[in-house]
């Protein structure tokens, strides 16, 4: 098929959607699509059942999106019973309807019959710990799934209990989505314990769970034996320092995990210092996104020389609540000449608001030490005139003390020198 026609076919194929179901089942039938996608459609049982009936000898289609169309467990017997021949279809994704743990029994009863789905995603139905148990027991013998999505639904620790039964042993099951449930510490704690076992599982998504510094503990213990989990989400759970300090300390020896991302949990008063010993020695992990803490000049002044020797990492997020202008013009300057840094994000930055600061610190120690009152002074004006040699800066700083400049001005002076 040349450009132009493969053009025109996947626009006919997007137009999919708004076509009436007997188009679509057309198309199913005569093997000419694979990739379907019918969210928020809203289709009725009749038309399910149509549906369902054409994907049952379809050779084509590789992944069909049916998210919000209000199935339910009547609507799931119909899928699951055609889908049980269908040899091709890769991803099923079912979000956002109205499955409960009937339906979830339905689709696991899938599992254990169909041979070639790759992904499933039930995330946003009424499935609870019930629905999770039929599940776990279908993946103690699935040997083909390898995503599976089950987050926003209605899961506690027994029902974590029950999943971390289900991929204990199995090795084919690379991501596990169980954002926005109620899992809670024990739920945690089990699956953290059998990923010591499992060797399979490479991304896995905890996010809002109720998690506290006990739950986060036992997976500091996993990271310290587990080599082949590489993703790991733990943002807006219960993490105080006691539990992120463990991780951080799992991190120095842990050579597997390229990504952590624990944000929107307590605020730290400072940063924590078992993460910056992790940046030092780990040479694996290239995403980290931090929580929120608290930093002075001195803490940035630390985490800012630890970024710039770190030869790994690449994306760098920190949630930083309370940071005097000079300490996160330090921490700027660091990640602006890092060369292994492509992402960052830190708090927004007040060019007056660094001048303002400046001001500050020569009423503060205007009778202290000179030296160290005009070191402080550059590293302020290091952000704003980057590439400005530092002697020329330490120059600039100097007559700070005795006249004033606001944030405009400095970059002025920073352009012309």
């Given amino acids: 098929m040349n450009t132009l026609n493969s053009s025109l076919r996947k626009t006919e194929l997007n137009s999919l959607h708004l076509a009436p179901i007997n188009e679509i089942v057309k198309e199913l039938n005569e093997n000419t699509v694979s990739n379907i996608n019918l969210e928020t459609k809203k289709l009725t049982s009749d038309e399910v059942t149509q549906l369902a009936k054409a994907l049952a000898n379809n050779t084509?289609?590789?992944?069909?999106?049916?998210?919000?169309?209000?199935?339910?467990?009547?609507?799931?017997?119909?899928?699951?019973?055609?889908?049980?021949?269908?040899?091709?279809?890769?991803?099923?994704?079912?979000?956002?309807?109205?499955?409960?743990?009937?339906?979830?029994?339905?689709?696991?009863?899938?599992?254990?019959?169909?041979?070639?789905?790759?992904?499933?995603?039930?995330?946003?139905?009424?499935?609870?710990?019930?629905?999770?148990?039929?599940?776990?027991?279908?993946?103690?013998?699935?040997?083909?799934?390898?995503?599976?999505?089950?987050?926003?639904?209605?899961?506690?620790?027994?029902?974590?209990?029950?999943?971390?039964?289900?991929?204990?042993?199995?090795?084919?099951?690379?991501?596990?989505?169980?954002?926005?449930?109620?899992?809670?510490?024990?739920?945690?704690?089990?699956?953290?314990?059998?990923?010591?076992?499992?060797?399979?599982?490479?991304?896995?998504?905890?996010?809002?769970?109720?998690?506290?510094?006990?739950?986060?503990?036992?997976?500091?213990?996993?990271?310290?034996?587990?080599?082949?989990?590489?993703?790991?989400d733990l943002s807006s759970n219960e993490l105080h320092e006691e539990g992120a300090n463990a991780l951080g300390e799992a991190l120095i020896t842990n050579t597997s995990l390229r990504n952590i991302n624990f944000e929107d949990n307590s605020t730290f008063d400072r940063p924590l210092q078992s993460f910056e010993r992790a940046l030092v020695n780990n040479n694996t992990l290239t995403t980290c996104k931090l929580g929120n803490t608290k930093m002075e000049y001195e803490d940035a002044k630390s985490l800012a020389e630890i970024i710039k020797s770190n030869t790994t990492l690449t994306k760098l997020a920190l949630n930083i609540v309370d940071i005097a202008p000079i300490a996160l013009t330090t921490l700027r300057h660091s990640l602006k000449i890092d060369t292994t840094l492509t992402s960052s994000s830190v708090n927004d930055f007040n060019e007056n608001q660094a001048a303002e600061e400046v001001q500050q610190y020569i009423k503060s120690f205007e009778n202290k030490n000179q030296e160290l009152l005009t070191t402080k002074a550059t590293s302020v004006l290091r952000v704003l005139a980057p590439e400005t040699p530092t002697e020329i800066l330490n120059l600039i700083s100097e007559q700070l003390l005795t006249t004033e400049y606001d944030g405009a001005s400095l970059r002025r002076i920073g352009n012309l020198v």
Avoid at 89 to 95: A, I, P
Wanted: proline letters at 0%; hydrophobic letters at 40%; aromatic letters at 2%.
């Fill in 60 to 232: 084509s289609l590789v992944a069909i999106n049916l998210g919000s169309n209000g199935i339910d467990e009547i609507k799931s017997i119909e899928i699951a019973k055609y889908l049980r021949a269908n040899t091709t279809l890769r991803q099923l994704s079912l979000q956002s309807n109205n499955i409960n743990d009937i339906g979830a029994q339905v689709f696991a009863k899938l599992l254990g019959k169909n041979t070639a789905l790759e992904m499933i995603d039930l995330s946003r139905n009424s499935i609870d710990s019930v629905g999770a148990l039929i599940i776990a027991e279908k993946l103690k013998k699935n040997t083909t799934l390898r995503n599976l999505a089950i987050g926003n639904n209605n899961i506690d620790e027994m029902g974590a209990l029950c999943l971390a039964e289900g991929i204990a042993n199995n090795t084919s099951l690379k991501i596990l989505n169980l954002d926005s449930n109620s899992i809670s510490n024990q739920g945690a704690q089990e699956i953290a314990k059998v990923l010591i076992i499992n060797t399979s599982l490479k991304l896995l998504n905890l996010r809002s769970n109720y998690i506290k510094d006990w739950g986060t503990k036992a997976f500091a213990e996993t990271l310290r034996n587990n080599t082949t989990l590489e993703q790991l």
